[in-house]
């Protein structure tokens, strides 16, 4: 099919900047995160300034024949536009199946090229189908030709800048109408996970005419104008840092119990995943949860909503306790020796650890898809990142041969 035929077709279809300006031209971006950015910690990203936020990561086989998984995981409601819908597939008839059943509650639907686990290479998706490029470009484009709302695919970055310049101009020769580029390798995860590059992005940007987003870098909220200056790109994603740092589009410096009150303010008017709720705090407190251990099996133990009440409860009046002690001032933060914040434990602030590689990094601290300070069992999806599919894996038990 043409595009004057597709165009045709779909003549009130948004394309490109288009598409971009509808939805109120977003610059923060809260990424695709599985099992973490759901319906009620996108409302509150929203009330800290993201404009425009992802939904987690659907497996389309999925999402497509089984209504229970619809049901648990699919989630919006009347005020929560602008929203993009994600899906892993490696089948364009089931991709186009899963998406139509999005089309009328979304603004768009997102192809992951970007996961890079173990279980995304058994299931045959996200960024193990990189190599593909006509299989790429024939999911893209079965959406391209057939949905009645754009689609948009998010990538990761190979070794070399030409072909992944090149990668990104078949994506969006597809039909892909905003591209999300994460700055790093498919072999970047883990305690590889290194620095995205930003050099590659602006490469990417400077090759396509449609809108792009870039992933990766961001700790703080001057980053992502930094980002932006240094890519051209049209917006900023972040992952790690939103789930430690929810207010961090809106360069706030808030306590973590203040956070974690209203999430779950949120969450007793929108019904929530326990699981995900558990996640959260244990990454909302994850600094402070070392100290007050006793804090942290009780967050272990809690089953219910009103348990996680009075786990934030308790914790609050442990940190108000500890700031009163301190003379922190969030007007004056003093810096390490990398040039990193020094805030106290109960200040939202990023997720850093030190490079294995000292010799390599230069001993830098990183911001990186490492696992936050949770129990393995409490949490099924410790990263919180959409390029993390294990809690996929673990709830399904097996990898669908389709997605």
Same mark, same amino acid.
């Given at each position: 099919?043409?595009?004057?035929?597709?165009?045709?077709?779909?003549?009130?279809?948004?394309?490109?900047?288009?598409?971009?300006?509808?939805?109120?031209?977003?610059?923060?971006?809260?990424?695709?995160?599985?099992?973490?950015?759901?319906?009620?910690?996108?409302?509150?990203?929203?009330?800290?300034?993201?404009?425009?936020?992802?939904?987690?990561?659907?497996?389309?086989?999925?999402?497509?024949?089984?209504?229970?998984?619809?049901?648990?995981?699919?989630?919006?409601?009347?005020?929560?536009?602008?929203?993009?819908?994600?899906?892993?597939?490696?089948?364009?008839?089931?991709?186009? %199946?899963? $998406?139509?059943? &999005?089309?009328?509650? /979304?603004?768009?639907?997102? +192809?992951?090229?970007?996961?890079? !686990?173990?279980?995304?290479?058994?299931?045959?998706?996200?960024?193990?189908?990189?190599?593909?490029?006509?299989?790429?470009?024939?999911?893209?484009?079965?959406?391209?030709?057939?949905?009645?709302?754009?689609?948009?695919?998010?990538i990761r970055v190979f070794p070399e800048i030409e072909k992944t310049v090149e990668y990104a101009k078949m994506v969006e020769a597809a039909g892909a109408q905003i591209i999300t580029v994460h700055g790093r390798l498919?072999?970047?995860?883990?305690?590889?996970?290194?620095?995205?590059?930003?050099?590659?992005?602006?490469?990417? %940007?400077? $090759?396509?005419? &449609?809108?792009?987003? /870039?992933?990766?870098?961001? +700790?703080?909220?001057?980053?992502? !104008?930094?980002?932006?200056?240094?890519?051209n790109v049209e917006g900023v994603m972040s992952a790690e840092t939103n789930l430690y740092n929810p207010a961090l589009f809106s360069g706030k410096v808030l306590p973590t119990w203040q956070m974690a009150e209203e999430?779950?303010?949120?969450?007793?008017?929108?019904?929530?995943?326990?699981?995900?709720?558990?996640?959260?705090?244990?990454?909302?407190?994850?600094?402070?949860?070392?100290?007050?251990?006793?804090?942290?099996?009780?967050?272990?133990?809690?089953?219910?909503?009103?348990?996680?009440?009075?786990?934030?409860?308790?914790?609050?009046?442990?940190?108000?306790?500890?700031?009163?002690?301190?003379?922190?001032?969030p007007e004056a933060v003093v810096v390490d020796e990398f040039g990193y914040r020094k805030y106290p434990h109960w200040i939202c602030q990023p997720a850093l650890r030190f490079e294995h590689d000292k010799e390599h990094?230069?001993?830098?601290?990183?911001?990186?898809?490492?696992?936050?300070?949770?129990?393995?069992?409490?949490?099924?999806?410790?990263?919180?990142?959409?390029?993390?599919?294990?809690?996929?894996?673990?709830?399904?038990?097996?990898?669908?041969?389709?997605?």
């Amino acid at each position: 099919m043409t595009e004057d035929e597709i165009i045709a077709k779909f003549p009130a279809r948004l394309r490109g900047f288009d598409l971009y300006r509808k939805m109120g031209s977003p610059k923060n971006i809260v990424a695709p995160m599985v099992d973490q950015s759901e319906l009620a910690w996108r409302m509150l990203s929203r009330n800290y300034g993201a404009d425009l936020c992802y939904t987690p990561m659907f497996h389309a086989k999925l999402f497509a024949n089984e209504q229970k998984y619809r049901d648990e995981h699919w989630q919006t409601n009347e005020t929560e536009r602008p929203v993009i819908v994600q899906f892993c597939a490696n089948d364009p008839d089931v991709l186009l %199946k899963a $998406a139509s059943m &999005v089309a009328g509650q /979304a603004d768009a639907v997102d +192809l992951n090229l970007g996961c890079p !686990q173990h279980i995304a290479r058994r299931g045959h998706y996200g960024s193990f189908l990189m190599d593909e490029w006509d299989l790429v470009s024939r999911l893209i484009r079965k959406l391209h030709e057939n949905l009645e709302i754009p689609v948009t695919a998010k990538i990761r970055v190979f070794p070399e800048i030409e072909k992944t310049v090149e990668y990104a101009k078949m994506v969006e020769a597809a039909g892909a109408q905003i591209i999300t580029v994460h700055g790093r390798l498919r072999e970047q995860k883990g305690h590889k996970t290194g620095l995205a590059d930003w050099a590659k992005i602006k490469a990417v %940007k400077d $090759a396509v005419s &449609v809108p792009v987003f /870039a992933n990766g870098n961001i +700790l703080y909220q001057e980053d992502i !104008q930094r980002c932006i200056d240094a890519t051209n790109v049209e917006g900023v994603m972040s992952a790690e840092t939103n789930l430690y740092n929810p207010a961090l589009f809106s360069g706030k410096v808030l306590p973590t119990w203040q956070m974690a009150e209203e999430y779950l303010d949120i969450c007793n008017e929108v019904p929530t995943n326990i699981s995900y709720i558990r996640g959260h705090l244990f990454k909302l407190f994850r600094y402070s949860l070392p100290i007050h251990t006793d804090l942290r099996q009780k967050l272990v133990d809690v089953r219910d909503l009103d348990g996680y009440r009075q786990f934030v409860r308790d914790m609050k009046a442990q940190l108000i306790a500890d700031a009163e002690g301190s003379d922190f001032d969030p007007e004056a933060v003093v810096v390490d020796e990398f040039g990193y914040r020094k805030y106290p434990h109960w200040i939202c602030q990023p997720a850093l650890r030190f490079e294995h590689d000292k010799e390599h990094s230069k001993s830098k601290r990183l911001l990186n898809e490492a696992q936050a300070d949770v129990p393995a069992n409490d949490t099924e999806c410790a990263t919180g990142n959409c390029d993390d599919a294990d809690s996929e894996a673990k709830r399904q038990k097996t990898s669908p041969d389709s997605v």
